[in-house]
Protein backbone atom coordinates (compact mmCIF):
# COMPACT_ATOMS: atom_id res chain seq x y z
CA UNK A 1 0.00 0.00 0.00
CA UNK A 2 1.45 3.56 -1.31
CA UNK A 3 2.65 5.88 1.51
CA UNK A 4 1.77 9.59 1.10
CA UNK A 5 4.45 11.07 3.52
CA UNK A 6 4.39 15.01 1.81
CA UNK A 7 0.63 14.98 2.25
CA UNK A 8 0.62 13.65 5.87
CA UNK A 9 3.51 16.18 6.40
CA UNK A 10 0.82 19.43 4.37
CA UNK A 11 -2.12 18.18 6.39
CA UNK A 12 0.00 17.75 10.22
CA UNK A 13 1.28 21.43 9.64
CA UNK A 14 -2.25 23.26 8.22
CA UNK A 15 -3.77 21.53 11.40
CA UNK A 16 -1.98 23.65 13.53
CA UNK A 17 -3.92 26.90 11.80
CA UNK A 18 -7.18 24.96 10.73
CA UNK A 19 -9.18 22.82 12.57
CA UNK A 20 -8.89 19.40 11.39
CA UNK A 21 -6.64 20.05 8.58
CA UNK A 22 -9.14 20.49 6.54
CA UNK A 23 -11.86 23.51 5.11
CA UNK A 24 -14.89 21.62 4.79
CA UNK A 25 -15.06 18.05 7.36
CA UNK A 26 -16.30 15.67 5.22
CA UNK A 27 -12.65 15.98 3.67
CA UNK A 28 -10.92 14.38 6.33
CA UNK A 29 -10.38 11.13 4.46
CA UNK A 30 -7.98 8.37 5.16
CA UNK A 31 -5.36 8.13 3.80
CA UNK A 32 -5.03 12.28 3.58
CA UNK A 33 -3.73 12.72 0.06
CA UNK A 34 -3.16 16.34 -1.19
CA UNK A 35 -3.82 17.06 -4.17
CA UNK A 36 -1.83 19.91 -6.14
CA UNK A 37 -2.88 19.82 -10.00
CA UNK A 38 -6.02 18.44 -11.86
CA UNK A 39 -6.59 18.45 -15.67
CA UNK A 40 -9.27 16.76 -17.54
CA UNK A 41 -10.15 13.40 -15.48
CA UNK A 42 -7.02 13.18 -13.76
CA UNK A 43 -5.40 14.41 -10.42
CA UNK A 44 -1.84 14.56 -9.60
CA UNK A 45 -1.04 14.40 -5.56
CA UNK A 46 2.07 16.63 -3.92
CA UNK A 47 4.23 13.30 -4.71
CA UNK A 48 3.80 13.18 -8.56
CA UNK A 49 1.18 10.19 -8.02
CA UNK A 50 -1.76 10.64 -11.02
CA UNK A 51 -4.89 9.54 -10.61
CA UNK A 52 -8.16 8.86 -12.67
CA UNK A 53 -10.18 10.87 -10.40
CA UNK A 54 -13.99 9.57 -9.74
CA UNK A 55 -14.86 11.77 -6.93
CA UNK A 56 -14.73 15.24 -8.97
CA UNK A 57 -14.84 17.02 -6.01
CA UNK A 58 -18.64 15.32 -4.99
CA UNK A 59 -19.87 16.17 -8.72
CA UNK A 60 -19.07 19.61 -10.39
CA UNK A 61 -16.55 18.37 -12.79
CA UNK A 62 -18.91 17.09 -15.42
CA UNK A 63 -16.31 18.63 -18.15
CA UNK A 64 -13.34 17.57 -16.25
CA UNK A 65 -10.81 19.44 -14.49
CA UNK A 66 -9.48 23.03 -15.73
CA UNK A 67 -11.67 23.00 -18.71
CA UNK A 68 -10.05 25.07 -21.18
CA UNK A 69 -13.93 26.54 -22.90
CA UNK A 70 -14.63 27.22 -19.35
CA UNK A 71 -11.36 28.66 -18.60
CA UNK A 72 -10.96 30.71 -21.18
CA UNK A 73 -14.59 32.56 -21.05
CA UNK A 74 -13.09 33.22 -17.48
CA UNK A 75 -9.98 34.88 -18.62
CA UNK A 76 -11.97 36.90 -20.88
CA UNK A 77 -13.94 38.38 -18.11
CA UNK A 78 -11.28 38.88 -15.85
CA UNK A 79 -9.06 40.33 -18.96
CA UNK A 80 -11.86 42.98 -20.05
CA UNK A 81 -12.12 44.15 -16.30
CA UNK A 82 -15.69 42.69 -15.38
CA UNK A 83 -15.21 42.15 -12.06
CA UNK A 84 -18.32 42.07 -9.38
CA UNK A 85 -19.83 46.10 -9.43
CA UNK A 86 -22.05 44.92 -6.64
CA UNK A 87 -24.51 47.60 -7.98
CA UNK A 88 -27.47 46.97 -10.46
CA UNK A 89 -27.53 44.17 -12.62
CA UNK A 90 -25.40 42.76 -15.46
CA UNK A 91 -26.07 41.28 -18.72
CA UNK A 92 -24.46 37.61 -17.63
CA UNK A 93 -26.75 37.74 -14.96
CA UNK A 94 -29.69 38.21 -17.59
CA UNK A 95 -28.28 35.75 -20.03
CA UNK A 96 -27.52 32.97 -17.47
CA UNK A 97 -30.68 33.00 -16.04
CA UNK A 98 -31.97 32.99 -19.84
CA UNK A 99 -30.28 29.59 -20.36
CA UNK A 100 -31.69 28.18 -17.20
CA UNK A 101 -35.43 28.99 -17.94
CA UNK A 102 -34.72 27.70 -21.61
CA UNK A 103 -33.27 24.64 -20.80
CA UNK A 104 -35.71 23.52 -18.27
CA UNK A 105 -39.06 23.65 -17.70
CA UNK A 106 -40.63 23.93 -14.74
CA UNK A 107 -38.48 26.63 -14.37
CA UNK A 108 -39.73 30.02 -15.10
CA UNK A 109 -37.71 32.11 -13.34
CA UNK A 110 -34.34 32.06 -11.20
CA UNK A 111 -31.99 33.87 -8.69
CA UNK A 112 -28.41 33.19 -8.58
CA UNK A 113 -26.71 32.33 -5.42
CA UNK A 114 -23.18 31.05 -4.50
CA UNK A 115 -24.08 27.77 -2.74
CA UNK A 116 -25.88 24.43 -2.69
CA UNK A 117 -26.87 25.54 0.98
CA UNK A 118 -27.99 29.23 0.48
CA UNK A 119 -30.38 27.52 -2.29
CA UNK A 120 -31.83 24.81 -0.22
CA UNK A 121 -32.35 27.22 2.37
CA UNK A 122 -33.97 29.73 0.25
CA UNK A 123 -36.13 27.47 -1.28
CA UNK A 124 -37.41 26.50 2.32
CA UNK A 125 -37.87 30.16 3.15
CA UNK A 126 -40.26 30.33 0.03
CA UNK A 127 -42.00 27.43 0.68
CA UNK A 128 -42.97 28.82 4.58
CA UNK A 129 -43.34 32.16 2.84
CA UNK A 130 -45.46 30.96 0.53
CA UNK A 131 -47.62 28.73 2.12
CA UNK A 132 -47.91 30.58 6.02
CA UNK A 133 -46.37 26.73 7.44
CA UNK A 134 -43.31 25.80 8.93
CA UNK A 135 -43.08 22.38 9.09
CA UNK A 136 -40.95 20.60 6.60
CA UNK A 137 -40.26 16.88 5.48
CA UNK A 138 -37.08 15.58 4.27
CA UNK A 139 -36.50 11.27 3.16
CA UNK A 140 -33.34 10.20 5.43
CA UNK A 141 -30.15 10.00 4.00
CA UNK A 142 -30.37 12.70 1.50
CA UNK A 143 -27.93 15.97 1.93
CA UNK A 144 -29.50 19.09 1.17
CA UNK A 145 -26.79 21.51 2.76
CA UNK A 146 -25.44 22.20 6.42
CA UNK A 147 -28.20 24.63 7.64
CA UNK A 148 -30.44 24.19 10.67
CA UNK A 149 -33.32 22.60 8.23
CA UNK A 150 -31.60 19.86 6.91
CA UNK A 151 -28.49 19.22 8.70
CA UNK A 152 -30.58 15.81 9.89
CA UNK A 153 -30.78 12.32 9.32
CA UNK A 154 -27.70 11.61 6.85
CA UNK A 155 -25.64 8.55 7.03
CA UNK A 156 -27.38 7.57 10.34
CA UNK A 157 -26.32 4.27 11.80
CA UNK A 158 -29.55 1.89 12.35
CA UNK A 159 -28.49 1.06 16.22
CA UNK A 160 -29.30 4.97 16.33
CA UNK A 161 -32.28 5.22 13.93
CA UNK A 162 -33.76 2.08 15.03
CA UNK A 163 -36.16 0.13 13.31
CA UNK A 164 -37.95 0.52 10.16
CA UNK A 165 -40.62 2.75 10.59
CA UNK A 166 -43.08 2.73 7.69
CA UNK A 167 -45.73 5.95 8.45
CA UNK A 168 -44.52 6.45 11.01
CA UNK A 169 -41.75 9.86 12.79
CA UNK A 170 -38.54 9.63 12.91
CA UNK A 171 -36.43 11.76 15.30
CA UNK A 172 -34.53 14.29 14.40
CA UNK A 173 -31.08 13.01 14.39
CA UNK A 174 -28.73 15.99 13.79
CA UNK A 175 -25.57 16.20 11.49
CA UNK A 176 -24.12 18.80 13.52
CA UNK A 177 -23.92 20.27 17.75
CA UNK A 178 -26.17 23.87 17.76
CA UNK A 179 -29.59 23.07 16.16
CA UNK A 180 -31.97 24.76 18.79
CA UNK A 181 -34.92 21.91 19.59
CA UNK A 182 -37.47 25.00 18.17
CA UNK A 183 -35.88 24.53 14.41
CA UNK A 184 -35.61 20.55 14.84
CA UNK A 185 -39.35 19.77 15.77
CA UNK A 186 -40.13 21.68 12.32
CA UNK A 187 -38.32 19.43 10.51
CA UNK A 188 -39.70 15.54 9.79
CA UNK A 189 -37.34 12.98 8.46
CA UNK A 190 -38.95 10.28 6.18
CA UNK A 191 -38.00 6.94 4.32
CA UNK A 192 -37.18 7.50 0.65
CA UNK A 193 -39.46 6.09 -1.72
CA UNK A 194 -42.42 5.47 0.85
CA UNK A 195 -45.25 7.26 0.00
CA UNK A 196 -47.36 6.32 2.91
CA UNK A 197 -44.71 7.80 6.13
CA UNK A 198 -45.07 11.68 3.53
CA UNK A 199 -49.10 11.59 3.90
CA UNK A 200 -48.48 10.32 7.61
CA UNK A 201 -46.76 13.50 8.50
CA UNK A 202 -48.93 15.36 6.09
CA UNK A 203 -51.72 14.40 8.07
CA UNK A 204 -50.18 15.28 11.41
CA UNK A 205 -48.96 18.71 10.52
CA UNK A 206 -49.25 21.64 8.87
CA UNK A 207 -45.85 20.90 6.34
CA UNK A 208 -44.86 23.94 4.10
CA UNK A 209 -42.73 21.95 1.70
CA UNK A 210 -40.56 18.87 1.26
CA UNK A 211 -37.02 18.72 0.11
CA UNK A 212 -35.91 15.62 -1.67
CA UNK A 213 -33.08 14.66 -4.46
CA UNK A 214 -35.43 13.56 -6.86
CA UNK A 215 -32.62 10.18 -7.46
CA UNK A 216 -30.86 10.09 -3.76
CA UNK A 217 -26.92 10.37 -4.62
CA UNK A 218 -25.61 11.40 -1.46
CA UNK A 219 -25.01 7.62 -0.49
CA UNK A 220 -24.94 6.54 -3.94
CA UNK A 221 -27.24 5.84 -6.57
CA UNK A 222 -30.70 5.51 -4.74
CA UNK A 223 -32.88 5.70 -7.77
CA UNK A 224 -36.87 6.53 -7.02
CA UNK A 225 -39.12 3.50 -7.75
CA UNK A 226 -41.77 3.88 -10.30
CA UNK A 227 -44.63 6.58 -9.26
CA UNK A 228 -42.96 8.15 -6.29
CA UNK A 229 -41.91 10.96 -7.57
CA UNK A 230 -45.55 11.33 -9.62
CA UNK A 231 -46.94 10.49 -6.04
CA UNK A 232 -44.83 13.53 -4.14
CA UNK A 233 -46.29 15.70 -6.64
CA UNK A 234 -49.47 14.21 -5.96
CA UNK A 235 -49.60 15.04 -1.91
CA UNK A 236 -48.12 18.15 -2.97
CA UNK A 237 -50.78 19.50 -4.88
CA UNK A 238 -53.45 17.48 -2.30
CA UNK A 239 -52.21 19.21 0.96
CA UNK A 240 -50.92 22.31 -0.55
CA UNK A 241 -47.11 22.32 0.07
CA UNK A 242 -44.26 22.70 -1.88
CA UNK A 243 -42.47 20.46 -3.72
CA UNK A 244 -38.48 21.17 -3.87
CA UNK A 245 -36.35 19.19 -5.98
CA UNK A 246 -32.33 19.79 -4.68
CA UNK A 247 -30.77 18.80 -8.53
CA UNK A 248 -27.26 20.27 -6.49
CA UNK A 249 -25.88 16.94 -7.49
CA UNK A 250 -28.01 15.88 -10.41
CA UNK A 251 -29.00 19.22 -12.13
CA UNK A 252 -26.69 19.57 -15.54
CA UNK A 253 -24.93 16.25 -14.84
CA UNK A 254 -27.39 13.95 -16.30
CA UNK A 255 -29.33 16.17 -18.55
CA UNK A 256 -29.71 19.68 -19.24
CA UNK A 257 -32.40 20.33 -16.86
CA UNK A 258 -31.29 17.54 -14.91
CA UNK A 259 -33.12 14.50 -13.60
CA UNK A 260 -36.66 15.93 -12.56
CA UNK A 261 -36.76 16.95 -17.15
CA UNK A 262 -36.16 13.30 -17.26
CA UNK A 263 -38.25 12.31 -14.82
CA UNK A 264 -41.72 14.40 -16.01
CA UNK A 265 -42.16 15.04 -12.74
CA UNK A 266 -42.31 19.13 -12.47
CA UNK A 267 -41.42 20.37 -8.95
CA UNK A 268 -42.80 23.81 -7.36
CA UNK A 269 -39.44 24.49 -6.70
CA UNK A 270 -35.55 23.46 -7.87
CA UNK A 271 -32.33 24.16 -6.22
CA UNK A 272 -29.47 23.24 -8.83
CA UNK A 273 -25.26 24.18 -8.10
CA UNK A 274 -22.00 21.65 -8.70
CA UNK A 275 -22.35 20.83 -12.32
CA UNK A 276 -23.54 23.80 -13.71
CA UNK A 277 -20.27 25.30 -13.32
CA UNK A 278 -17.63 22.48 -14.10
CA UNK A 279 -16.55 23.63 -10.65
CA UNK A 280 -16.70 27.31 -10.18
CA UNK A 281 -18.59 28.23 -6.87
CA UNK A 282 -21.99 28.79 -7.98
CA UNK A 283 -25.85 27.75 -7.25
CA UNK A 284 -29.54 28.68 -8.72
CA UNK A 285 -32.77 28.59 -7.34
CA UNK A 286 -35.87 28.44 -9.86
CA UNK A 287 -39.52 27.12 -10.70
CA UNK A 288 -42.75 28.99 -10.78
CA UNK A 289 -42.51 32.37 -11.07
CA UNK A 290 -44.92 33.08 -8.22
CA UNK A 291 -43.11 31.57 -5.58
CA UNK A 292 -39.92 33.49 -6.81
CA UNK A 293 -41.57 36.40 -7.17
CA UNK A 294 -41.67 36.17 -3.20
CA UNK A 295 -38.37 37.64 -3.67
CA UNK A 296 -40.00 41.01 -4.41
CA UNK A 297 -42.84 40.59 -3.29
CA UNK A 298 -45.22 44.32 -2.48
CA UNK A 299 -46.33 43.10 0.30
CA UNK A 300 -43.47 43.24 3.56
CA UNK A 301 -45.06 40.54 5.05
CA UNK A 302 -44.74 37.66 2.15
CA UNK A 303 -41.38 39.26 0.61
CA UNK A 304 -38.07 36.80 0.96
CA UNK A 305 -35.10 38.48 1.60
CA UNK A 306 -32.61 37.68 -1.69
CA UNK A 307 -29.16 39.41 -0.16
CA UNK A 308 -25.69 38.40 -1.14
CA UNK A 309 -22.44 40.23 -1.60
CA UNK A 310 -21.24 37.80 -4.59
CA UNK A 311 -24.33 36.66 -5.83
CA UNK A 312 -24.05 36.55 -10.07
CA UNK A 313 -20.25 37.23 -9.48
CA UNK A 314 -19.18 37.22 -13.44
CA UNK A 315 -16.46 34.45 -12.73
CA UNK A 316 -19.09 31.66 -11.92
CA UNK A 317 -21.29 33.50 -13.81
CA UNK A 318 -19.67 33.23 -16.89
CA UNK A 319 -18.27 29.51 -16.12
CA UNK A 320 -21.62 28.61 -15.80
CA UNK A 321 -22.67 30.28 -19.14
CA UNK A 322 -19.55 28.31 -20.47
CA UNK A 323 -20.48 24.69 -18.78
CA UNK A 324 -23.58 24.76 -20.34
CA UNK A 325 -23.21 26.03 -24.05
CA UNK A 326 -20.36 23.39 -23.55
CA UNK A 327 -23.34 20.93 -22.12
CA UNK A 328 -25.60 21.99 -25.06
CA UNK A 329 -23.29 21.68 -28.09
CA UNK A 330 -23.45 18.98 -30.50
CA UNK A 331 -26.92 17.69 -29.43
CA UNK A 332 -25.75 16.86 -26.31
CA UNK A 333 -22.70 14.90 -27.48
CA UNK A 334 -21.19 15.45 -24.24
CA UNK A 335 -24.58 13.29 -22.51
CA UNK A 336 -23.63 10.89 -25.27
CA UNK A 337 -20.17 10.39 -24.15
CA UNK A 338 -20.54 9.83 -20.97
CA UNK A 339 -23.60 7.70 -20.96
CA UNK A 340 -21.72 5.68 -23.71
CA UNK A 341 -18.45 5.29 -20.61
CA UNK A 342 -21.49 4.69 -18.29
CA UNK A 343 -22.83 1.97 -19.84
CA UNK A 344 -19.64 0.35 -20.11
CA UNK A 345 -18.12 1.06 -16.66
CA UNK A 346 -21.54 -0.90 -15.57
CA UNK A 347 -21.21 -3.75 -17.95
CA UNK A 348 -17.50 -3.97 -17.12
CA UNK A 349 -17.98 -3.88 -12.83
CA UNK A 350 -20.81 -5.90 -13.03
CA UNK A 351 -18.85 -9.11 -14.81
CA UNK A 352 -15.79 -8.72 -12.66
CA UNK A 353 -17.96 -9.04 -9.59
CA UNK A 354 -19.80 -11.87 -11.29
CA UNK A 355 -16.36 -13.39 -11.98
CA UNK A 356 -15.30 -13.50 -8.71
CA UNK A 357 -18.68 -14.40 -7.60
CA UNK A 358 -18.95 -11.34 -4.91
CA UNK A 359 -22.29 -10.06 -4.17
CA UNK A 360 -22.35 -6.85 -6.03
CA UNK A 361 -25.12 -4.70 -7.89
CA UNK A 362 -24.10 -1.41 -9.97
CA UNK A 363 -26.70 1.17 -9.74
CA UNK A 364 -25.94 3.93 -12.55
CA UNK A 365 -27.52 7.57 -14.10
CA UNK A 366 -25.61 8.19 -16.56
CA UNK A 367 -22.23 9.11 -15.70
CA UNK A 368 -22.85 8.86 -11.97
CA UNK A 369 -22.13 4.99 -11.10
CA UNK A 370 -21.80 2.79 -7.66
CA UNK A 371 -21.67 -0.61 -6.47
CA UNK A 372 -23.11 -1.99 -3.75
CA UNK A 373 -22.25 -5.08 -2.30
CA UNK A 374 -25.43 -6.70 -1.48
CA UNK A 375 -27.68 -8.74 -3.52
CA UNK A 376 -30.28 -6.22 -4.52
CA UNK A 377 -30.14 -2.24 -5.80
CA UNK A 378 -31.43 -0.25 -2.10
CA UNK A 379 -34.62 1.58 -1.98
CA UNK A 380 -34.02 3.66 1.11
CA UNK A 381 -31.31 4.73 3.30
CA UNK A 382 -32.69 1.34 5.87
CA UNK A 383 -31.89 -1.00 2.90
CA UNK A 384 -28.60 0.08 2.40
CA UNK A 385 -27.31 0.66 5.83
CA UNK A 386 -28.51 -3.16 7.00
CA UNK A 387 -27.43 -4.87 3.84
CA UNK A 388 -24.12 -2.74 2.13
CA UNK A 389 -20.99 -4.45 3.04
CA UNK A 390 -19.40 -1.54 3.60
CA UNK A 391 -16.19 -2.92 4.82
CA UNK A 392 -15.54 -4.73 1.45
CA UNK A 393 -16.37 -1.19 -0.26
CA UNK A 394 -14.02 0.34 1.54
CA UNK A 395 -11.09 -1.75 1.60
CA UNK A 396 -11.50 -2.16 -2.59
CA UNK A 397 -11.30 2.25 -2.56
CA UNK A 398 -8.13 1.98 -0.97
CA UNK A 399 -6.49 -0.35 -2.56
CA UNK A 400 -7.77 1.57 -5.82
CA UNK A 401 -5.45 4.16 -4.85
CA UNK A 402 -2.42 1.97 -5.51
CA UNK A 403 -3.29 1.69 -9.05
CA UNK A 404 -3.70 5.32 -9.25
CA UNK A 405 -7.78 5.00 -9.21
CA UNK A 406 -9.43 7.46 -6.98
CA UNK A 407 -12.56 7.15 -5.72
CA UNK A 408 -13.65 8.72 -2.57
CA UNK A 409 -12.65 7.15 0.13
CA UNK A 410 -15.91 6.89 1.77
CA UNK A 411 -17.97 4.09 1.07
CA UNK A 412 -21.17 3.99 -0.78
CA UNK A 413 -19.99 7.37 -2.49
CA UNK A 414 -20.81 7.03 -6.00
CA UNK A 415 -18.43 8.00 -8.91
CA UNK A 416 -19.01 10.27 -11.67
CA UNK A 417 -17.42 9.81 -15.10
CA UNK A 418 -16.83 13.64 -16.85
CA UNK A 419 -16.64 14.73 -20.57
CA UNK A 420 -12.93 14.01 -20.40
CA UNK A 421 -12.45 10.68 -19.73
CA UNK A 422 -12.23 8.11 -22.33
CA UNK A 423 -12.77 4.38 -22.80
CA UNK A 424 -8.96 3.82 -22.32
CA UNK A 425 -9.55 5.43 -18.33
CA UNK A 426 -12.56 3.07 -18.28
CA UNK A 427 -10.72 0.22 -19.31
CA UNK A 428 -8.08 1.16 -17.28
CA UNK A 429 -10.18 1.50 -14.34
CA UNK A 430 -11.83 -2.10 -14.64
CA UNK A 431 -8.80 -3.50 -14.73
CA UNK A 432 -7.74 -1.85 -11.61
CA UNK A 433 -11.00 -2.91 -9.82
CA UNK A 434 -10.17 -6.82 -10.45
CA UNK A 435 -7.19 -6.67 -9.59
CA UNK A 436 -7.88 -4.82 -6.03
CA UNK A 437 -11.13 -6.75 -5.50
CA UNK A 438 -9.26 -9.97 -6.12
CA UNK A 439 -6.52 -8.30 -3.62
CA UNK A 440 -8.90 -7.24 -0.79
CA UNK A 441 -11.14 -10.81 -0.86
CA UNK A 442 -7.91 -12.71 0.01
CA UNK A 443 -7.47 -10.54 2.98
CA UNK A 444 -11.15 -9.82 3.61
C1 LIG B 1 -27.84 17.33 -3.07
C2 LIG B 1 -27.04 18.42 -2.42
N1 LIG B 1 -27.69 19.50 -1.96
C3 LIG B 1 -27.03 20.51 -1.37
C4 LIG B 1 -25.67 20.46 -1.19
C5 LIG B 1 -24.96 21.60 -0.53
O1 LIG B 1 -24.23 22.29 -1.49
P1 LIG B 1 -22.96 23.20 -1.05
O2 LIG B 1 -21.92 22.25 -0.58
O3 LIG B 1 -22.59 23.92 -2.31
O4 LIG B 1 -23.45 24.12 0.02
C6 LIG B 1 -24.96 19.34 -1.65
C7 LIG B 1 -23.51 19.24 -1.46
O5 LIG B 1 -22.90 18.20 -1.48
C8 LIG B 1 -25.67 18.29 -2.27
O6 LIG B 1 -25.05 17.19 -2.75
Redesign the pocket.
Known amino acids: MPNYPKSEAILSANTQYIPGGVV?TNRAVDPPIVFDRALGAYMWDVEGNRFIDFHAA??PYVLGHSDEYVNNAVRRVLDEQRSLYGSGTTTLEGQLAQMICDAVPAVESVQIL???????YQALRLARASTGRSHIIKPQG?????HND?ACNLMTPLGVLGERRVADEYPFLPISAGIPEEHSSLVHPVNFNDLESVEAMCRKYPIAGLIC?PIL??VGIIRPQPGYLEGLRALADKYGFILIF?????GFRHALGGFSTLSGVRPDLV?Y??AIANGY?I?VIGGRKDLMDLFVSPDPRRRVLLAGTYNGHPVPTVAAIATIERLAENNGAVYQHMEELGCEMQRGLEEIFKKAGTEAVVARQGSAFCAYFMDHLPVDWHDLAANHDADLDGLIRRELLGHGVYYFQLPMKQCSLSAAHTRDDVRYTLQAVAESLAAVTCRH
Open positions: SFGNTGSEATGYHGWVEQNDEVKTVGKPA
